[in-house]
């Protein structure tokens, strides 16, 4: 059974960065499309960015020029790069994997002065 769990989210002013890590555990496949998530409170879960196995990667036009997505798939880690953080983009954010439907249990990112 594979299990993801993310890390790295907490407390940053605007305009600052942060870095998230989504570990995955078990028989996780290589050739899978992993995303990133978002829900802010008192709203739906959003799509943020996606990749690849092969490194291709879409992003939200909310981040887009502000977050990167990266992957390691010999550690099985994929990472997001936050820059130029906005008030907007608190939120719990979360891994998934998209094909098998699996997510971790989310990191909370605050934005705040």
């Known amino acids: 059974q594979v299990q993801l769990v993310e890390s790295g989210g907490g407390l940053v002013q605007p305009g600052g960065s942060l870095r998230l890590s989504c570990a995955g555990s078990?028989?996780?496949?290589?050739?899978?499309?992993l995303g990133w998530y978002r829900q802010a409170p008192g709203k739906e879960r959003e799509l943020v960015a996606t990749?690849?196995?092969?490194?291709?990667?879409n992003y939200a036009d909310s981040v887009q020029g502000r977050f990167t997505v990266s992957r390691d798939n010999a550690d099985k880690t994929v990472y997001l790069q936050m820059n130029n953080l906005k008030t907007e983009d608190t939120a719990v954010y979360y891994c998934?994997?998209?094909?098998?439907?699996?997510w971790g249990k989310g990191t909370l990112v605050t934005v705040s002065s």
């Open positions: 998934h994997l998209i094909a098998s439907n699996i």
């Open positions: 078990g028989s996780m496949s290589r050739t899978n499309v």
């Open positions: 990749i690849t196995p092969v490194g291709s990667k």
